[in-house]
């Protein structure tokens, strides 16, 4: 059976240069605590791989392949490709930890470019809308008349994975939408209905009978999904919010309707046009019976454009990478700059880089929620087809950039195959809590269990580290465009033990009893005591197969108990408060005195098309250090396309866990 991470991928034709070969991270998701795979376009050939070895030691990166189709035919619109992320205690190279992709066996009904893909509470996850080609808008002109369906070049649909074999039904929100409604944003409610958010319209969907029911227009003429590219999050799901989701919109760019051109190119130079800073807030299904509207939010520290919002363990959020102006997308012109000679930043669209982070927190009083205090910079532009993703020891992967069609090492904003990490504020605790018992699997409503953290695990009053503590569920999702599909964070329901050693028990509550809020599948737990995160452990969340979830009445906990007051914990001083620190660790900082991402793998992985499927994977080592050094991947040359990654094509991976029976 399988689990429901989705995404997209797209793939490029092209040649390499000669021992250079790599992959950039347009694409990551984190496979388990060892491993993050990351995709990108890529080569139309099978040249042999190349790795350089870098200087920097501890880690180690796989690059693997996904196995294309073998009918010669490189259009991966329809592909659904599966992957069983594996540990280093399996053999990477058996067929079980490679990529699954098999359209005779498995395909989309339709041609799908940068549809948006959501589960249901059972797993089964709907797939919608998508260009057939691709371009820089879904559609021929800001006024065709066939909007739409755009002679068939837009496909305003749904269907199912897994296959139902029905035919794909028209959503009419995407047929409403259709121009701007790639990546449309989507969101499971607690009822089981969809919110969908995509140009200015805002709907509930209900995936039973695929009606609508209208949501409030986006306010100010802000557009949020790609080009646009806002960063949209749905608020960490908690206790004191009954765990229900709240939608964070923040940045885009309200560019005029005709300003947002066609499939070929933006009808205004968008690299003049600041993006949006505001942010606002909705709450599809308010549970006070009022009605769901769009509230204004603090803005954010400056205008983004691609701004990724990555939800930490602590359920503040960091949003990353992104630009101060225009907009995603590339082009060879606009209809205002009809040479490429006298585009300023070559193919971007997009200028002004922003590199430095800034953190929300959702939780603080209107007018204080935003800060980059201490925050340091990265000097690498992260612009379109940048990525960035949580890591399991609360780090925050960043990489990827190339706003070209090709890759272009001497254009304003080059191709970067640099990766980097962020460490949050919570790095510069000397002492990480290291809890024990946590389960491997959590199921809907039923029996609490506990988790004791060692009073090694943090400084101060046992007291008043136990009433500081949560523990968090966090799903990084899948990365890719500016966005995280699937990103949830729910705080689990507590309550605690003080022990007279300075020991603390956990009593913990499974996920409520709602599939809904959180679907089914992997996510990883983190205890969080004084806001300063444990590492991540990953669990799975439900039965571990599609179906009706089971649940359970949820277990009465037992009552806080606390100590004596006098009992403390045992770890250096400087854990407590840390989490109010510094920023650090960006590109060459310093990051934290331990190696913090020791263990983690990196695995990349493209797409060869002309690769036969039955040779062995292509598997090479390289070292790879704590980010404040970045990976240095080499450049690969594409051949020169023309516009609109024609050659992009996408895929729904589904993340099928390791050892459960099925496909
Ligand atoms: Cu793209």
């Given amino acids: 059976m399988f689990f429901c991470l989705s995404m997209l991928t797209e793939w490029f034709a092209a040649s390499t240069k000669v021992g250079d070969t790599r992959v950039s991270a347009m694409m990551m998701f984190v496979g388990n605590n060892e491993k993050v795979y990351i995709i990108d376009k890529a080569e139309g050939n099978a040249e042999q791989i190349k790795l350089g070895v870098p200087d920097i030691a501890s880690n180690i990166a796989t690059l693997m392949d996904i196995k294309t189709n ?249 949003v990353v990478n992104g630009g101060l102006n225009g907009t995603a997308g590339y082009a060879n012109q606009t209809l205002l700059t009809e040479s490429f000679s006298d585009m300023p930043f070559g193919m971007s669209l997009a200028s002004g880089p922003v590199g430095t982070p800034a953190e929300y927190d959702p939780n603080a009083a209107s007018g204080s929620r935003w800060s980059n205090q201490g925050f340091s910079s990265t000097q690498i532009a992260r612009l379109y087809h940048s990525s960035a993703i949580l890591l399991p020891d609360a780090s925050v992967m960043i990489a990827g950039s190339n706003p070209s069609v090709d890759v272009n090492l001497t254009t304003v904003f080059p191709t970067t195959y640099k990766a980097e990490i962020f460490y949050p504020s919570y790095f510069s605790a000397s002492t990480r809590p290291t809890p024990s018992g946590i389960p491997k699997t959590l199921s809907y409503g039923g029996s609490s269990f506990d988790i004791t953290v060692p009073s090694s695990s943090y400084s101060g009053l046992s007291n008043n580290a136990a009433e500081n503590t949560h523990v968090s569920v966090v799903r990084p999702g899948w990365t890719t465009h500016a966005m995280n599909m699937g990103q949830r964070y729910l705080q689990l329901n507590n309550t605690y033990t003080v022990n007279s050693d300075g020991s603390i028990v956990l009593h913990v509550s499974q996920m409520p009893p709602i599939p809904n809020i959180f679907q089914p599948g992997p996510a990883m737990v983190f205890v969080v005591v004084n806001g300063i995160p444990s590492n991540g452990t990953f669990v799975i969340v439900g039965s571990g197969n599609i179906e009706t979830q089971p649940t359970a009445d949820v277990q009465e906990l037992p009552p806080k108990v606390q100590a004596d007051e006098s009992v403390s914990g045992s770890a250096d001083g400087s854990t407590t408060g840390a989490g109010n620190g510094n920023g650090t660790g960006m590109g060459t900082g310093t990051g934290s005195s331990e190696d913090p991402n020791a263990g983690v793998t990196i695995s990349a992985s493209r797409n060869r098309p002309n690769e036969d499927s039955h040779l062995p994977p292509q598997t090479q080592t390289r070292t790879f250090g704590r980010f404040r050094h970045s990976l240095p991947l080499a450049p690969v040359t594409h051949p020169s396309s023309s516009l609109g990654d024609p050659y992009s094509r996408f895929s729904l991976l589904v993340w099928r866990p390791k050892h459960t029976p099925g496909f």
């Fill in 70 to 318: 073998t009918y010669g035919d490189f259009d991966g619109t329809k592909s659904i490709r599966i992957l069983n992320p594996c540990t280093n205690a399996d053999d990477m190279s058996s067929p079980e930890c490679q990529w699954f992709d098999d359209p005779s066996v498995l395909s989309m009904q339709r041609h799908r470019w940068y549809s948006a893909a959501e589960p249901l509470g059972d797993g089964r996850i709907v797939i919608i809308g998508g260009f057939a080609n691709g371009g820089y808008v879904n559609r021929g002109s800001p006024d065709d008349p066939d909007r739409g369906f755009e002679g068939n070049a837009s496909e305003p649909t749904f269907e199912w994975y897994p296959p139902t074999g029905e035919t794909p039904q028209l959503m009419q929100f995407m047929f409403d939408t259709s121009g701007l409604n790639a990546y449309a944003h989507t969101y499971l409610m607690k009822s089981g209905k969809m919110f969908l958010q995509a140009y200015l319209k805002t709907i509930l969907w209900d995936p039973d009978t695929n009606t609508e029911t209208p949501l409030p227009d986006m306010p100010d003429g802000i557009v949020r999904v790609y080009p646009a590219s806002g960063a949209v999050a749905m608020l960490p799901l908690t206790p004191s919010n009954n765990w229900n989701p709240t939608i964070l919109f923040c940045g885009g760019n309200d560019m005029d309707n005709e300003a947002w051109g066609n499939y070929s190119w933006p009808f205004i130079n968008t690299w003049e046009k600041p993006a949006s800073s505001s942010c606002h807030r909705i709450t599809p299904e308010p549970e006070d019976g009022s009605s769901p509207t769009y509230t204004q939010d603090d803005s954010m520290l400056e205008s983004r454009t691609m701004g990724q919002f990555i939800i930490l363990p602590t359920g503040k959020l960091l």
